[in-house]
């Protein structure tokens, strides 16, 4: 496009150091800014020979305008542009030099990203398009690909993302169909980008695409396509099928399929779980309603395809029971000390009853969660945040049913109820009394270490059995 050269100075101020990238009609540099101390900036360079006219030079600037308006943190700043007419007229753009590493040459490093990371990469790219996409007027980027995001790691390990190379900006003039320059890359802009009829789902089009190279490492342009023209790419990747499906709507070929905007696209992305609180949160089960029982403590967390169920444990009744158990000890003491006078047979009861109690802290300090969601069944115990136990299955070696053993014995819900029961009963957590039984590939588990009420137990088995039909 040009015969500049590393070390020519442009517009008497910008010293090109080196090329960062070229197409046609563009080239990139990065360069010294001579009049502010050297600092490093990025020149973007833009062409079209003799055909461009006065009104296009006009279009220019009002498009530059709009850009150096743009205050987000992780846009970095327009600081200037220009026009050299020799021979051929030449816009050129500053911006602010990001010094990071762009998401194309993380991945053709070797990189491998998680579906976590893909997720957070997307909100944050989601958040800069919320900020652009509701200014007024509203600015597309249209380019968003990997070589266009730049990944940037904080001191404390954190990192960020930025979007760089505003080919364009959208203004009311581009909204007619004269946007100065036609951008976009094959494989990563949609086909209404093409004819000139960009809009907020365009740039979520190519969201979706830069997704897919960083889930597979294969550019959106060398996948194969179905006969309505979508991306297929679901046998490239082992992601969740919430998050396969997701990106499948980002890179609909028809707009009006995709996600109207990058506010819709966020709220289905993160899909708030729904929660099961004391207050009616009903579930469908198809055509009937699925409420919580009042004053429940186990919380709920559903999505199309995942279900959790967390039981939180019970620190009121580990501190009551804590203290129970510093008397016992102290008893136990003062027996030890006294053996000899006639405590032996109350000294073996003590050590029972300790031994009890300090299985009974022990339940009602965990917290359970079971998981479950296309592939598999995780039963999982935590004490104060550490987990202790997990056991894992394929979901389809599971099977939920109520255990009510301790119901049907006729034992009341009071402390010597369960001191008999325990001392009587084997199974498989003497310290529950109604509870629901796991039974996952050749094993059986109870879902809860404390007591669940039988009004729970018939909601939680409901819930899985719904949840199991339904997927």
């Given at each position: 496009?040009t015969?500049i050269?590393?070390?020519?100075?442009i517009?008497?101020r910008?010293?090109?150091?080196?090329?960062?990238g070229?197409?046609a009609g563009?080239e990139?540099?990065?360069?010294q800014?001579?009049?502010?101390d050297?600092?490093?900036v990025v020149?973007?360079?833009l062409t079209?020979?003799?055909?461009?006219q006065?009104?296009?030079l006009?279009?220019?600037?009002?498009?530059?305008?709009?850009?150096?308006?743009?205050?987000h943190?992780?846009?970095?700043?327009?600081?200037?542009?220009?026009?050299?007419d020799d021979?051929?007229l030449w816009f050129g753009l500053?911006?602010e030099?990001?010094?990071g590493?762009?998401?194309?040459?993380?991945?053709?490093g070797?990189?491998?990203f998680?579906?976590?990371?893909?997720?957070?990469?997307?909100?944050a790219?989601?958040?800069?398009l919320?900020?652009?996409h509701?200014?007024?007027?509203?600015?597309l980027?249209?380019?968003i690909?990997p070589s266009?995001?730049?990944?940037?790691?904080?001191?404390n390990?954190e990192?960020?993302?930025y979007?760089?190379?505003?080919?364009?900006?959208q203004?009311?003039?581009?909204?007619e169909g004269k946007?100065?320059?036609?951008?976009?890359t094959?494989?990563?802009?949609?086909i209404?980008?093409?004819g000139?009829r960009?809009v907020?789902?365009s740039?979520?089009?190519?969201?979706g695409?830069?997704?897919?190279?960083?889930?597979?490492?294969?550019?959106?342009?060398?996948?194969?396509q179905?006969d309505?023209g979508?991306?297929?790419f679901?046998?490239r990747?082992?992601?969740s099928s919430h998050?396969r499906?997701w990106i499948?709507?980002?890179?609909?070929p028809?707009?009006r399929?995709?996600y109207a905007?990058?506010?819709?696209a966020?709220k289905a992305?993160?899909?708030p779980?729904?929660?099961?609180?004391?207050?009616?949160?009903?579930?469908?089960r198809?055509?009937?309603?699925?409420?919580?029982?009042e004053?429940?403590?186990?919380?709920?967390?559903e999505t199309?395809?995942s279900?959790?169920?967390?039981?939180g444990?019970?620190?009121?009744?580990?501190i009551?029971?804590?203290i129970?158990?510093l008397?016992?000890?102290t008893?136990?003491?003062?027996?030890?000390?006294?053996?000899?006078?006639?405590g032996?047979?109350f000294?073996?009861?003590?050590?029972i009853f300790?031994?009890?109690?300090?299985?009974?802290?022990?339940?009602?300090l965990t917290?359970?969660?079971l998981?479950v969601?296309?592939l598999?069944?995780?039963l999982s115990?935590?004490?104060?945040?550490?987990k202790?136990?997990?056991?894992?299955?394929?979901r389809?070696?599971c099977?939920y049913?109520p255990?009510?053993e301790m119901?049907?014995?006729?034992y009341n819900?009071?402390?010597f109820?369960?001191l008999?029961?325990?001392s009587?009963?084997?199974?498989?957590?003497?310290?529950?009394?109604?509870?629901i039984?796991?039974?996952i590939?050749?094993?059986s588990?109870?879902?809860?270490t404390v007591?669940i009420?039988?009004t729970?137990v018939n909601?939680?088995?409901d819930v899985?059995?719904n949840?199991?039909?339904?997927?």
């Amino acid at each position: 496009m040009t015969i500049i050269q590393p070390q020519s100075i442009i517009h008497q101020r910008y010293q090109l150091l080196r090329q960062l990238g070229h197409n046609a009609g563009r080239e990139t540099w990065l360069a010294q800014d001579l009049q502010q101390d050297q600092e490093l900036v990025v020149v973007k360079l833009l062409t079209f020979g003799g055909n461009v006219q006065w009104e296009d030079l006009k279009l220019f600037e009002r498009e530059a305008n709009v850009l150096k308006q743009l205050n987000h943190p992780q846009i970095p700043k327009y600081r200037d542009y220009f026009a050299i007419d020799d021979r051929s007229l030449w816009f050129g753009l500053v911006q602010e030099y990001i010094q990071g590493d762009c998401l194309r040459d993380v991945v053709v490093g070797g990189t491998k990203f998680s579906e976590m990371q893909v997720k957070q990469i997307a909100i944050a790219i989601l958040e800069i398009l919320i900020y652009l996409h509701e200014l007024n007027p509203p600015v597309l980027h249209r380019d968003i690909k990997p070589s266009n995001l730049i990944l940037v790691r904080e001191p404390n390990q954190e990192w960020k993302i930025y979007l760089v190379d505003f080919g364009a900006a959208q203004d009311r003039a581009s909204a007619e169909g004269k946007s100065f320059t036609v951008v976009g890359t094959y494989g990563y802009a949609p086909i209404e980008q093409y004819g000139g009829r960009a809009v907020a789902a365009s740039d979520l089009y190519a969201l979706g695409a830069t997704l897919i190279y960083l889930l597979t490492g294969i550019s959106p342009a060398d996948l194969p396509q179905d006969d309505n023209g979508k991306m297929l790419f679901g046998d490239r990747t082992s992601i969740s099928s919430h998050l396969r499906k997701w990106i499948q709507q980002l890179v609909e070929p028809n707009v009006r399929h995709r996600y109207a905007t990058a506010q819709l696209a966020l709220k289905a992305l993160q899909e708030p779980a729904i929660v099961a609180k004391p207050q009616p949160s009903p579930i469908s089960r198809k055509r009937r309603y699925i409420y919580p029982p009042e004053n429940t403590r186990i919380v709920l967390n559903e999505t199309k395809d995942s279900l959790q169920i967390v039981i939180g444990s019970k620190p009121w009744i580990a501190i009551l029971l804590s203290i129970l158990l510093l008397a016992m000890v102290t008893i136990l003491y003062g027996l030890i000390i006294n053996i000899l006078i006639g405590g032996s047979i109350f000294l073996m009861v003590s050590i029972i009853f300790i031994i009890l109690l300090i299985k009974k802290l022990s339940d009602n300090l965990t917290a359970t969660q079971l998981e479950v969601n296309e592939l598999t069944v995780t039963l999982s115990r935590y004490i104060f945040g550490k987990k202790y136990f997990s056991a894992e299955a394929p979901r389809h070696n599971c099977l939920y049913e109520p255990n009510w053993e301790m119901m049907k014995k006729g034992y009341n819900n009071n402390f010597f109820g369960w001191l008999v029961w325990i001392s009587n009963e084997k199974n498989d957590d003497n310290s529950i009394k109604n509870n629901i039984k796991l039974h996952i590939s050749d094993k059986s588990y109870l879902l809860s270490t404390v007591h669940i009420r039988p009004t729970e137990v018939n909601w939680l088995i409901d819930v899985l059995n719904n949840f199991r039909s339904n997927y």
